[in-house]
């Protein structure tokens, strides 16, 4: 008996057909992608989409980009690569008990967060009061799938990927991009939380009351309790959702964060600082275009191709230019 059989693409795609939900998305489905490709013999269009992710230049540069601490000593502290792989281990988890499609998640969750600024959420801050209609990271992430460094992926790893942030509207189209974005919110939480705990910014006992008696005391405790409401809320409602007890604990639990966590007063200085340095190296950029990689498109706006830059830089990459530049 032979002790290995090929699985081509065909027969993945055939596996997908009768093995899914009726709600998943099926490769053999996809709108495609924007310059059409022959199918690859033996990967499905989405795992090629998450395998040309995985090798992109643009996720090597996520293990030196802020997740909340900027610049931090510790080497346990969360980064945003270490984030979007606990991200895609998640999404990947809940597709796999709901019945969707497993690569398609994988590819939007590792996909999510590849246009972050550095310095995190407040390198996008001050990019969005550079740029006239705004600057939002999902939205750059896709710009560097299809333009910085185009890889060509499918319609509805773009959609995910786009539609991840749940201010962002229209919602994902697809089941699998919903998923990511719990995943995304899980992951955030339950990490964050570890950190903000070794920085001695917190302690578990000052946590809200719900979220402690619906999540647990540890973090492998609050990733499991979150994800078994996301699979068990969205079984009994036939669609992707979280179960409401535990949707408002989390809720309640985000909000301590960012009161505690993420806009803390402590911090502001921190902010400031890396606000102003972002916002610095766009100007000297916008008026210094030969400076500026041939990589990048040149028949764009400079101000737009100076934000393209900067949005890629890592944190140290920022800082040390920044004080070359600048003192």
């Not at 830089?313 to 920044?322: E, G, P, Y």
């Amino acid at each position: 008996m032979d002790q290995l059989r090929r699985i081509d693409r065909l027969e993945r795609e055939r596996m997908e057909s009768s093995g899914l939900a009726v709600a998943a998305t099926r490769s053999s489905e996809s709108k495609g992608r924007e310059r059409p490709e022959p199918p690859d013999p033996l990967r499905t269009a989405f795992e090629r989409d998450r395998d040309r992710i995985v090798h992109s230049n643009a996720i090597r540069r996520l293990a030196h980009k802020t997740q909340v601490f900027i610049a931090p000593d510790n080497d346990h502290f969360v980064t945003r690569l270490t984030h979007t792989l606990q991200v895609a281990q998640v999404g990947r988890s809940m597709a796999a008990a709901l019945g969707l499609n497993e690569a398609l998640t994988e590819a939007i969750c590792l996909g999510h967060d590849i246009g972050h600024s550095p310095f995190g959420h407040t390198g996008e801050d001050a990019l969005a009061g550079i740029v006239d209609d705004g600057w939002i990271h999902s939205h750059h992430s896709v710009r560097v799938l299809s333009v910085l460094e185009p890889l060509n992926l499918s319609w509805e790893t773009l959609d995910g990927i786009r539609a991840h942030p749940w201010k962002v509207e229209p919602p994902p189209a697809t089941p699998e991009g919903a998923l990511c974005r719990f995943a995304d919110r899980i992951a955030y939480l339950s990490h964050d939380l570890i950190d903000a705990m070794r920085a001695g910014i917190i302690r578990y006992e000052e946590l809200p009351f719900r979220a402690q008696a619906l999540l647990g005391d540890r973090h492998s405790r609050w990733v499991t309790a979150m994800v078994h409401a996301v699979v068990d809320g969205s079984l009994s409602a036939g669609e992707v959702t979280m179960e409401a007890d535990v949707a408002e604990a989390v809720g309640e639990l985000r909000n301590f964060m960012f009161e505690r966590v993420y806009l803390r007063p402590e911090g502001e200085e921190h902010r400031r600082r890396a606000m102003q340095i972002v916002e610095d190296l766009v100007r000297y950029y916008q008026a210094n275009q030969s400076e500026i990689p041939e990589a990048l498109p040149v028949d764009r706006p400079a101000l737009e191709r100076a934000v393209d830059y900067v949005a890629g830089m890592t944190d140290r990459f920022a800082l040390r230019r920044h004080a070359e530049l600048c003192g």
